[in-house]
């Protein structure tokens, strides 16, 4: 196989099910707000809208900017981050640090919320973003079931699809010692 025809793996932000699930939500709560506005408080009219209005509109922005959630490819993997901070939140974790891919789940009210991270190899240098500080990794540690070094190094599956065959396929082809792992406490 040729370089182009590697199964390069990308995922991009976009319109998910539960992006478009949040989007009605909140158009519904904020027309709900502008529309059925007696015995509402103004004030409280304007955080609901600021929060459900504003929150709906910043997510549908991300999902329109189309940039990469995740990728895999010859160099290592991309860690896409926020659409909103994007730069300052995207990482790349070269093959020569990464030990595994990690599946696993963080369990929401009513739900689970998937996750893909990388489990790094020991002394390997810090990713750039937030998540870094020690309370940070303590909060992180208590609210997720995965340890802190894991967490800094996922990526929520959310505002984009993860297609778990072709995501193998690709770390089996650039990085062939390196297993795709569902963690289990």
Do not use: C
Not at 41 to 55: E, H, N, S, T
Not at 102 to 107: E, G, I, K, T
Not at 117 to 127: K, M, S, T
């Amino acid at each position: 196989m040729n370089d182009s025809e590697a199964p390069v793996y990308e995922a991009l932000y976009g319109f998910d099910r539960r992006t478009i699930s949040v989007l009605a939500i909140s158009a519904l709560f904020s027309v709900l707000l502008l529309v059925h506005s007696s015995g509402v408080p103004l004030g409280l009219r304007i955080v609901g809208l600021l929060l459900f209005g504003g929150g709906g509109l910043l997510m549908a922005a991300g999902a329109l900017t189309r940039k990469t959630a995740f990728r895999v490819d010859a160099t290592g993997i991309l860690l896409g981050g926020s659409p909103v901070r994007y730069r300052a939140t995207t990482a790349h974790v070269p093959w020569q640090d990464i030990t595994a891919v990690v599946l696993w789940q963080q369990p929401v009210p009513h739900s689970v919320l998937p996750w893909v991270g990388v489990a790094r190899r020991e002394g390997a240098p810090p990713l750039p973003g937030s998540g870094q500080g020690r309370i940070t990794r303590s909060i992180g540690e208590a609210l997720t079931p995965v340890p802190a070094e894991l967490l800094v190094a996922s990526r929520a599956v959310n505002g984009w699809r993860l297609d778990r065959s072709r995501l193998a396929t690709a770390v089996a082809y650039f990085a062939p010692g390196v297993q795709v792992v569902e963690y289990t406490p």
